[in-house]
């Protein structure tokens, strides 16, 4: 029997469908992926090739290594097929009409000197640095007061729309709040003033009670698989009291989520073998809300959305998603894989 969940944070509806993993093209679609060769061109985020990106933003580096010169851990780079760019921005007008540049800032964080495919390969200093990278990107980039809105998020495989083997991360700074992130701080701050808790919080809340949802927890943060999970074997690392923001982590809190973030991804490996996926950092707008911090507002959270579907016409047309795994079951088989 399926169900039309409703899902609060993002107030979209998806559908839970088990008995559509009957339907043959689904079954079709579940074929194992076969783990990408090693290029036969040489890889420009493999360290030994810096020659081959554009100059380096930031690095985490060996002591006495020299800039775009091997010996690191994480590099960024601009994005060489950049959707926009730091410069100043004018509008333009014609009539109704305006646009302006694209102002902001697009990079590329090369997340190991290794070349590794997969983050489900990563060990728990692997994302330490990961994390340590991010969170010192967004802090530069705050210090903009243009910028308004940062992305953070990984594609990881073709079926999730990568384009690059080796291990990267994106970040997109934007001088405007976009659309869907506005409306989702706006529920969040209109939540919070009906109910004196942040959305997160008691979302995060309901599902520590509730436990069928739960895949694991660690110091104060919580795996789980979101009751209207609009991916099968989606999950959300998240904390009912940790604040939004990458930058405002503490060591010991960039150690946690990374344990729990690494133990979650061998796990879905266990259960789903090489596969392909969206993540995403939250980025709370640097901007006040109504006056309000929303920051305070929101809660610290990693979403990691498997792509082991192809989305059709009704899930183009429509805005919901279909997913044929129930996030119950996926918690638990999750929760049951244990190391081998
Ligand atoms: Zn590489």
């Known amino acids: 029997m399926s169900e039309i969940r409703y899902d609060r944070l993002h107030d979209l509806h998806v559908i839970i469908a088990p008995e559509r993993l009957r ?86 964080i090369i997340d190991t000197p290794r070349h590794t ?22 802090g530069d980039l705050r210090r903009d007061h243009r910028i308004t809105h940062i992305s953070l998020f990984k594609n990881e495989g073709k079926n999730a729309g990568s384009s690059m083997s080796h291990c990267h991360t ?38 520590e009670q509730m436990q069928s949802r739960i895949i694991e927890k660690a110091g104060g943060f919580t795996s789980f698989c979101p009751y209207a999970s609009g991916y099968p074997f989606e999950v959300m690392i998240s904390s009912a009291y940790e604040r939004g923001h990458i930058d405002t982590l503490k060591a010991e809190q960039i150690e946690t989520i990374s344990t729990l973030l690494v133990s979650t991804l061998q796990k879905l490996k266990r259960q789903l073998g090489v596969f392909h996926f969206n993540l995403s950092v939250s980025t709370p707008p640097l901007i006040d809300y109504a006056g309000e911090d929303l920051s305070e507002l929101c809660r610290f959270t990693i979403r990691i959305m498997p792509r082991l579907y192809r989305h059709g016409g009704f899930e183009n047309t429509s805005g919901i998603l279909i997913n044929p795994v129930t996030p119950e079951l996926a918690a638990k088989l999750l929760r049951e894989s244990n190391h081998e």
């Open 23 to 108: 339907h043959p093209d689904e079954v079709e679609s579940l074929e194992k992926i076969v783990p990408e060769p090693y290029p036969s061109e040489p890889c420009p985020f493999c360290e030994g090739n810096e020659a081959l990106t554009p100059r380096e933003i930031y690095a985490l580096r060996d002591e006495g290594s020299i800039i775009n010169e091997s010996g690191w851990q994480t590099r960024v780079v601009p994005n060489l097929f950049k959707a926009v760019q730091i410069e100043t921005p004018p509008n333009h007008h014609f009539g109704l009409f305006e646009y302006r540049e694209g102002f902001g800032a697009h990079e590329v």
């Open 117 to 138: 495919t997969s983050m489900c390969e990563w060990g728990v200093q692997d994302a330490i640095m990961w994390f340590t990278t991010l969170a010192q990107r967004v």
């Open 170 to 207: 994106q970040l997109i700074a934007l001088p405007l709040v976009p659309k869907s992130h506005s409306e989702l701080y706006r529920r969040a701050y209109e939540y919070y003033q009906g109910n004196a808790h942040p959305l997160m919080e008691s979302i995060v809340s309901q599902e």
